[in-house]
């Protein structure tokens, strides 16, 4: 359980194009938000900030106390977790030992050279594989399995981390419906029952409405909506996702009738 | 006509791009005035027809049967060689192509160097290593391990690298961000992704060492090779009949077993 601060967050990228232009936002701890915005608005930039992916411009990131900086990138990863649109699993090793990565910040290079761990880590790479209900698959190869069960084994790295947050960056972008419905579930239940502080890029504002306990509505590089779900109307939406320079948007309109 | 209008390749105009024809043009012109400094010449090439088929001729003898001991005992030398060098290429090469990868390196100068002290080992073919090594620790097996050891070094490692640079980078992001540290992150993201390029690599130079291995007996350093030339030399061709098919069978299999071993890599294990 830990808040994530983030203060005057600037992002220049070295093409000059900015991603965030001035962010303030306190997450508390145990909560469940989403972030929400048109495509490019910024939200991956957002969260790769908070894992030190990516490094802001001017201001700063805090996950509890600690600025996430370059010196000490491993400390802060090691408690913050990261979910990836595509998963980005090693394909070509077995979904154990996929997961076993997430516990590779607790353990030494030493062993690693050659693919050794604890058997205490095997422990929690079961439980965490157990709670994500992929028990059976266990010894396939990642790539075998369905991209439901990939974004699955994507959880179970980032539980068997124990870390205090999960940042999720568009976790259903390519999962069916049936599959998004699960992995948010699986989210949902993880902020529950640990506690764990987790922060959901999405594009579907139906599951937005219905997982978050606070939405963070994004376009071009500021946050133009923070609030509970019910606060979210139809006008707000128009703002989070309205286009620059279209004034009668039939898109805009047409895609949020049924939002 | 209409063959005209009904044929087009995939450029906006219709027609090749010009720099690719002016090129290709180019090109031959100059292979064709160039071809007589090595004399590569038709008539001559037509000329020696015959003397060509005599010599394949002389190839069907009888075999040397009682040579057959020798033979065996001198391959077995030769693939012993193979793998002994090509095992501790691997060792060395792993290392080497990390530092060598442009996303893997832990520094651009270290990069630089060590793409330069592969190309170095690769500079020279086997058999001059080889007099070099002969010359240093004395005649036999060693120095011809040594010699295809550092050369394979030269390839491998810039094989290894090059696999390397063209892995994944999603999976590399997916264990950096949970806080795996350097070498942890090219343990566990970069080699499984770059291992069947690294088979692949490891079985052509397998491959090749073992044509490498049959000719370094030329100077000393050991195999088939002395016994190759000699027979050759001294027109004893009934061995020579021997040891080219010795030669041909050993790299027939080694190509059977490095398929089988490729798509059980690539694919995994049940499928």
């Known amino acids: 359980m830990s808040s994530i601060s983030v203060r005057g967050v600037v992002k220049r990228f070295p093409n000059g194009f900015e991603a965030l232009k001035g962010i303030e936002a306190e997450i508390q701890p145990g909560s469940f938000t989403v972030v929400l915005g048109p495509s490019g608005a910024g939200k991956s930039t957002l969260l790769r900030l908070m894992n030190g992916l990516e490094s802001p411009t001017r201001g700063e990131v805090r996950i509890g106390d600690e600025i996430v900086d370059t010196h000490k990138l491993r400390q802060i990863r090691s408690k913050v977790a990261m979910v990836f649109q595509q998963f980005n699993l090693v394909d070509r090793l077995s979904v154990v030992t996929n997961v076993l990565t997430g516990r590779l910040a607790q353990r030494s290079w030493v062993g690693s050279v050659f693919y050794l761990f604890r058997k205490e880590d095997m422990g929690i790479v079961q439980e965490a594989l157990a709670r994500v209900g992929l028990t059976d698959k266990a010894w396939n190869r990642a790539d075998k399995l369905s991209g439901g069960q990939q974004q699955r084994v994507g959880i179970a790295r980032a539980l068997a981390q124990q870390p205090k947050a999960i940042l999720a960056d568009e976790p259903v972008a390519s999962l069916d419906p049936v599959s998004s419905e699960e992995i948010m ?27 978050a306990d606070r939405i963070i509505g994004m376009n071009s590089g500021k946050i133009v909506f923070d609030g509970r779900p019910e606060q979210m109307t139809q006008s707000v939406l128009r703002t989070i996702y309205q286009r620059e320079g279209i004034e009668d948007d039939n898109s805009l309109d047409m895609a949020l009738a049924y939002a | 006509m209409t063959t005209v209008s009904t044929w087009r390749w995939p450029t906006p105009s219709g027609w090749l791009p010009l720099p690719l024809v002016g090129g290709v043009l180019v090109l031959i012109c100059a292979l064709w005035l160039t071809a007589p400094m090595v004399e590569v010449d038709f008539v001559r090439l037509i000329g020696s027809l015959g003397k060509m088929t005599a010599f394949a001729g002389q190839m069907f003898v009888a075999p040397d049967w009682n040579y057959v001991p020798q033979l065996l005992a001198k391959m077995l030398e030769t693939i012993e060689m193979t793998i002994l060098g090509t095992a501790i290429a691997i060792v060395l090469s792993l290392p080497m192509g990390i530092l060598a990868a442009r996303n893997a390196t832990p520094h651009i100068v270290v990069y630089r160097v060590t793409r330069d002290a592969l190309s170095l080992m690769r500079a020279l073919p086997e058999l001059v290593w080889a007099l070099v090594f002969v ?4 005649l036999g097996p060693l120095p011809g391990v040594m010699a295809l050891a550092f050369v394979t070094v030269g390839f491998m490692g810039k094989f290894f690298a090059e696999s390397i640079e063209v892995v994944d980078q999603k999976a590399v992001e997916g264990v950096r961000a949970h806080g795996a540290g350097w070498l942890q992150v090219r343990l566990f993201a970069m080699l499984p992704q770059a291992l069947p390029d690294f088979v692949g690599t490891v079985m052509y130079i397998l491959d090749h060492n073992l044509r490498a291995a049959a000719i370094l007996g030329l100077v000393g350093a050991g195999g088939i090779g002395y016994d190759l030339v000699m027979s050759m030399r001294l027109f004893q061709y009934d061995r020579l009949l021997l040891i080219a098919l010795a030669i041909y069978l050993v790299v027939t299999l080694l190509d059977r077993a490095s398929d089988r071993l490729r798509s059980r890599i690539i694919h995994g294990r049940q499928a």
Do not use: K, M, P
Request: proline content about 0%; overall charge neutral; aromatic content about 4%.
């Open chain 1, 185 to 211: 579930a699986l989210l949902r239940e993880i902020c529950d029952r640990d506690g764990i502080t987790v922060v959901v890029n999405l594009h579907q504002v139906e599951l937005a409405r219905r997982f």
């Open chain 2, 135 to 138: 010359s240093a620790v004395g």
